[in-house]
């Protein structure tokens, strides 16, 4: 299993842009299918996008869809979750993991090894 550690989140403003990092500091990402996810307290855990292993195929969320990019870096075992024109409803702690099987999908469940997240606020 790898173990994954996000970074880059923050404090910004409405229409702001911010990149978040997910490293895997143990283990290899280059032939996983890896997810983006975001959570508020009370709420469930909302699936932001996922990337497959060699980055051909992505797939985003609908509230997040057309503003926010994942892409990756395999040689440097690290994805990427660029996110632009925040808005105040973005605001909550990003998580990434590492898929479960070759397609996996918006379900949570369907993915492990979750860092420990890193929270963006964005608020005027």
């Known amino acids: 299993q790898v173990k994954l550690v996000e970074s880059g989140g923050g404090s910004v403003q409405p229409g702001d842009s911010l990149r978040l990092s997910c490293v895997a500091s143990?283990?290899?990402?280059?032939?996983?299918?890896m997810g983006w996810f975001r959570q508020v307290p009370g709420k469930e855990r909302e699936f932001v996008g996922n990337?497959?292993?060699?980055?051909?195929?992505?797939a985003y969320g609908d509230s997040v869809r057309g503003r926010f990019i994942i892409y990756r870096d395999n040689f440097l075992n690290t994805v990427y979750l660029q996110m632009k024109n925040l808005r105040p409803e973005d605001t909550a702690k990003y998580y990434c993991?590492?898929?479960?099987?070759?397609?996996?999908?918006?379900?949570?469940?369907?993915?492990?090894?979750w860092g420990r997240g890193t929270q963006v606020t964005v608020s005027s």
């Open positions: 143990e283990g290899t990402i280059k032939t996983i299918y």
């Open positions: 990337i497959a292993w060699n980055g051909d195929a992505t």
């Open positions: 993991a590492a898929g479960k099987f070759y397609y996996p999908g918006k379900d949570p469940q369907e993915y492990v090894s």
